[in-house]
């Protein structure tokens, strides 16, 4: 039995065998299978060759009349190689002899060769060693591809392990069979992470180098509340983590007898709750947990469900839906945050070197305008069935803003020639996520009806953190008092220029944090559908007074740690029921 501790991201607790998938562009772990597997890896190691060697017969009739040379050489290279019956005759041997994984055994095969070819004094042989990487990483991609395929088919529950996974394949997960996600990479808001909470599945991510010592059918148990993985645990630790999941249900179910009460303090302040989510069918949770309404619909993943761009009717389509299940309840629909970590790099020919500070959010829809148009069409349209907000992610400086706001203003004298109805005063906000917009949210306030902190990535940009980069996790830190003075400055500005502000990142769910940010002014918090009913819990056990009395004294720290003993601290009475205000 292993244990290893990382960052819980979302609560819960899974015990079930382990589905691994590797990364390819990662060193492949030595892994060892059961003897039982040992015929299906070799069944996959002829497969990925087949398709290995149909892709680059493909890629070379696609290029038959290239005339550079160069590329000539390297699909000739790459065929030689994957024709070659000694070498899948090598791979096999390892794979039967010594039980290595398919791509194991791929990988020491091909480094071996690598090697070899690096050692020769020819300089045209030794720089074949490229080659030999490109191979490796061909057949690894088809192994992997193929098991990723595989969870598409399940039969029975497992817990994924992995190097890392995108937001993309975490959301196309099936719910029913995956019931755990366990990263050796991530950090609590890479949104991944997010993904994970919206679908209520345990995870722990930033688990270093878990997935190397884990074989596909380990037993596993994934405790998100406590950010532990157990590998292979004993009798005795599986008997005592099922009774503790027991009791983790049991508390839902009492939190979730909450959903019917309101969201009011203790001296009558009601606060609006609200949800976060990525596809209309959330909101249900939404509704389920208590939710008001939904504060912040991501609407980027509409990117994963069609193949190509969504069309504007897509987007209509979406909204319609949303709006179908949330009634009479305000829906804000921010306009697609493109980039970063979502979608645009896997896409793109050439990644960007330093995608969170580049052409992402709304820089990326200023870009694409027509794309932008079909969206803000769609929003528009909507708004005249249900109670809609437009959003607009990362602004950065009135210029942007003004300019989004032209392209919304096109937009609707468009509609209005076509007779098509919208709602006039849709209100139009934007989310305050950088300290340069924290920094103007006066002038900001001027011109939009709402801001939404987007506190995910306002941490990153301010403190200069990756997000989703687990080496620098431990300084991703909400409670740095340059972060509370921000929120709490931009809360100033909204109540000056008196229009609405909420957050909704990552923040917002955190219950021991729920009472600093009501200190702090806030009255509209929007969450993960999950997190809603705990944080209500919170609510109703305070009063304003207190949050306020709260708020002034950790603004006054200089030190996060002081802020998160004391908040901790009074958390605990909280929970107690021993708080004397
Ligand atoms: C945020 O940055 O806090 C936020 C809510 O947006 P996202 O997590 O989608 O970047
Ligand atoms: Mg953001």
Known sequence: MEIYKGIGVSQGVSIYRAAVIDAEDYRIPKRVVPKREIANEVKRLRKAFLDATQEMNTLQSSQADASDGHIKDIFAVHLH?????????????????????????????????????NHTPDRYISERANDIFDIEKRIVRHLIGDKREDLKHLTAPVVVIARDLTPTETA??????????????GGRT???????????????????????HVTQGDMIIV???RGTVIVDPDEETIKEYRSYAAEFLNNEILLNELAELPA?????????????????????????????????YRTEFLFLDVSEEPSEEDHFNAYMKAIELMGNRSITIRTVDLGADKFTQARSGEPERNPFLGL???????????MFKAQLRAILRASAFGKVKMMFPLITSMVELRQAKWIVADVKEDLEEQGIAFDENMPVGIM?????????????????????????????????????????????NPMHPAVLQLLSSVAKSAKRAKIDVSICGEMASEPEVTPLLLGMGFRTLSLAPPMIPEVKKVIRSVSVEYCRRMARKVLAFDTESQTVNFIREEFRKINEGKLTE
Request: hydrophobic share 40%; with cysteine; proline share 3%.
């Open 81 to 117: 190689f994957l024709r070659d019956r000694t070498l899948r005759k090598n791979i096999t041997d390892i794979i039967s002899e010594k039980q290595y994984s398919a791509e194991y055994a791929v990988s020491v095969v091909m480094r071996d060769i690598a090697r070899h070819f």
């Open 172 to 185: 196309s997960f099936d719910k029913t069979y995956i019931k755990g996600l366990a990263t050796d990479a």
């Open 190 to 212: 890479s949104h991944t992470a997010i993904v994970a909470r919206s679908m209520g599945i345990p995870a722990v991510v930033a688990l270093g180098d878990l997935s190397q």
């Open 223 to 225: 405790d998100g509340n």
């Open 264 to 296: 009011v303090t203790t001296d009558f302040e009601p606060i609006e709750l609200l949800g976060n989510i990525e596809f209309p069918e959330e909101s249900t949770m939404v509704l389920q947990r208590g939710g008001d309404g939904v504060g912040l």
């Open 360 to 370: 992402r959010s709304i820089r990326y829809c200023l870009q694409h305008v027509p």
């Open 432 to 476: 305050i996520e950088t300290p340069a917009s924290a920094l103007i949210a006066d002038d900001l306030a001027q011109e939009v009806d709402f801001f939404s902190i987007g506190t995910n990535d306002l941490i990153q940009y301010t403190l200069a953190v990756d997000r989703v980069n687990e080496r620098v996790a431990s300084l991703y």
